[in-house]
């Protein structure tokens, strides 16, 4: 087992006989005193200095964010392992996109995923509407990890009140059969806050 890095500092340390351990250490040139306690701080440091935040929540907690510092958080929902790959939908949240519109967007990422996986072919691309009637596109890739193992990408794109999303399930040809349409199902149902 790997040890984490932190505590690798203690490992080549020898153990203290149990009559040093009791001992106080004596400070060369100093005269042994009973310790004294230090006097109480009035305030933390931590709270001593006011931060600007606002408040975050998360799944089940809430903390105090740093005003200049961005929510990146990457959703995965994790799905059965079946025909030997993982299957989840990674939802993927941008609050400032670089384009302003649902078909730009969705160009802009069909392109990326293109150039960046290896033997990537785009099979489908095509406007969809989300079970609630909201415009959306699709688009569904096929390459291959690995020599022996082909992959199915169906990939959701939407636009809401100027923030972008964009769904992610991955499947084996098997698997888009089988559990495909109910993760299309779901990745379809996603709703968003209403306007303010």
């Excluded at 609050?95 to 802009?108: H, M, R, T």
Aim: neutral net charge.
């Amino acid at each position: 087992m790997d040890i984490p890095e932190y505590y690798k500092q203690f490992q080549n340390q020898p153990p203290k006989r149990e009559e040093e351990a009791k001992k106080p250490e004596k400070i060369e040139g100093t005269s042994q005193k009973p310790q004294q306690k230090p006097e109480p701080q009035k305030q933390s440091q931590a709270s001593a200095v006011k931060d600007k935040t606002i408040s975050y929540t998360g799944n089940g907690f809430t903390l105090d964010q740093l005003e200049d510092w961005t929510d990146k958080t990457i959703y995965t929902l994790a799905g059965p392992v079946t025909d030997g790959i993982q299957h989840n939908v990674i939802v993927t949240v941008d609050k400032e996109p670089s384009v302003d519109n649902l078909i730009e967007y969705a160009d802009l990422n069909i392109t990326t995923l293109e150039k960046e996986l290896k033997s990537c072919l785009l099979l489908k691309r095509s406007e969809i509407k989300l079970k609630n009637g909201t415009d959306a596109y699709e688009a569904i890739f096929s390459w291959y990890p690995t020599d022996d193992l082909q992959i199915y990408q169906h990939q959701i794109y939407v636009f809401d009140n100027k923030v972008a999303y964009k769904l992610t399930a991955s499947f084996t040809k098997k698997t888009r059969q089988t559990i495909g349409p109910a993760v299309l199902r779901m990745m379809l149902s996603i709703k968003f806050p209403p306007k303010k």
